[in-house]
Every structure is written in structure tokens, then in C-alpha cells.
Nanobody
Framework: QVQLVESGGGLVQAGGSLRLSCAVS????????MGWYRQAPGKQRELVAA???????KHADSVKGRFTISRDYTSNTVFLQMNSLKPEDAGVYYC?????????????WGQGTQVTVSS
């Protein structure tokens, strides 16, 4: 069974940093795009950053210059380095990956990790 396991969330003061990790486990052939989304209470889930199979990245305007997405192809892991955190960055962060496995191409979601930023 293919799963995404996230880690790295927590409580941090405004201006601080966190690094999120998301590892893909299970039997897969390859991984296409990977991304991080977040959802604040009462708001819709939004894209924070994404990275393609060849390493092209995009970041939401609200996090440009502060967050950086990267991936390790050997370990099938995607990271989100978050610096200069603001209270409005708080929420549940979800990892997403488009995996290619015996069932075809599927989008898989992680369980989410909570990020809390105190002012």
C-alpha cells in the first residue's frame, strides 16, 4: 500500500523556522509532481509549493522568499523549508504526490501535520 508519511510540524514563534518532510512508502514505479498544501481553520486548502519530476518548482506568492520546496529522489522524500514564519502561515500542512504504481497514476495525500505560529 502506498503511503505518504509527514513529519516536522510543531509550534514555533513568529520569525522562526520549521522543516517539513514527507516520505513516500510502498511499491511504486515512479513519482511525478509533489507538493505541499495547507489548510487553516475555516479556509479552503491551498497550494503552498510544488515540485515537478525534473525539479522545477513553484511557490505561492505569500511564501515566496521564505519557503523552499525540494525533493530527494533516492529516498522519495519531499521537503518544505519554512523560514521567517508568520502567524498567518499556521494550519495543517498536507503533502501530495502523483505516484505511478501497478494501479496506474494516482494522487496520494499525507495525513497532515500541524504548524502553529505564535505571535
Amino acid at each position: 500500500q502506498v503511503q505518504l508519511v509527514e513529519s516536522g510540524g510543531g509550534l514555533v514563534q513568529a520569525g522562526g523556522s520549521l522543516r517539513l518532510s514527507c516520505a513516500v512508502s510502498g511499491s511504486i514505479f515512479s513519482i511525478n509532481d509533489m507538493g505541499w498544501y495547507r489548510q487553516a481553520p475555516g479556509k479552503q486548502r491551498e497550494l503552498v509549493a510544488a515540485i515537478t519530476r525534473v525539479g522545477s518548482t513553484k511557490h505561492a506568492d505569500s511564501v515566496k522568499g521564505r519557503f523552499t520546496i525540494s525533493r530527494d529522489y533516492t529516498s522519495n522524500t519531499v521537503f518544505l523549508q519554512m523560514n521567517s514564519l508568520k502567524p498567518e502561515d499556521a494550519g495543517v500542512y498536507y503533502c501530495n504526490a502523483d505516484v505511478v504504481d501497478p494501479r496506474g497514476i494516482r494522487g496520494i495525500w499525507g495525513q497532515g501535520t500541524q504548524v502553529t505560529v505564535s505571535s
